[in-house]
Each structure stands twice: as C-alpha cells, then as structure tokens.
C-alpha cells in the first residue's frame, strides 16, 4: 500500500480548556497519513483515480473551524472519523494534531497527539 501525506497544516482556532482560550484561539498544526493505491492515478494522470488531498484539507478546515471544543482529544476524534466516512477507499488514517504554545507555566513549543483508524 502506498502514503499520501499532508503536512503541518495549520490553523488559528477558539478551542481550548479554559474560556480564554477559547476566546482568543490556540495554534494548531495537523499532519495525516492516508494508505492508499497511487498507482492507478500514476498511470491515468486522473484524479478520480486517487484521494483527492484538497477535499481532505477541506473537512479539517471545517472542524477547527467549526464549533469549538475543550479537549484535542475531541479535536483528532472527529477528524479522524470525518476523513475515514469521506474516503471509503482509505484502510488506514493517521492523523496527528499539535497544539502550539498551550497554556502551561513551563516554556513548550507544543503539545502533540496522534491516532491511527483502520478498517
């Protein structure tokens, strides 16, 4: 099975534990790893023939975008089960999400969680 990947996808979202968090939004980057046959679109040079990476990018968009959670566990939940329903063709997803600078007293660069869905 082959990888299609996308990258440190980012967004600026309200979501977050405490209220202001939530008022003033959080930095999050995103990275998933799709398992899928790129052959065939290798050969047609079609993109029916393999997952198309902007409808993807698309459905993320709308959940960091959507309405607002406290837990980044939430957050890669729903992702992940969003992209898995959108692309029947996939047998694996794994999706990671970093939420950069969270509020805690020590100097971190992020936090970071991931997860892998299979069919």
């Known amino acids: 099975m082959d990888r299609l990947s996308i990258r440190n996808l980012r967004f600026r979202a309200p979501h977050g ?3 202001f968090e939530r008022e003033t939004g959080n930095s999050f980057s ?7 046959s790129l ?11 393999t997952l198309d990476y902007s409808k993807a990018c698309s459905l993320i968009a709308d959940i ?13 939940e729903q992702i992940g089960s969003r992209l898995l329903q959108a692309f029947p063709q996939v047998p694996e997803i794994t999706v990671c999400l970093r939420k950069h600078h969270p509020p805690v007293v020590q100097d971190c660069e992020y936090v970071e969680i991931s997860r892998t869905w299979r069919r």
């Not at 052959?39 to 023939?49: K, P, V």
């Not at 975008?65 to 957050?75: R, S």
Request: aromatic fraction near 6%; charged fraction near 25%; avoid cysteine.
């Open 39 to 49: 052959g065939e679109a290798g050969l047609t040079d079609e993109l029916s023939n």
């Open 17 to 19: 534990y405490s209220p």
């Open 64 to 76: 960091m975008q959507g309405k607002p959670v406290k837990l980044i566990e939430k957050l890669l």
């Open 30 to 36: 995103i990275d998933v790893d799709f398992s899928v």
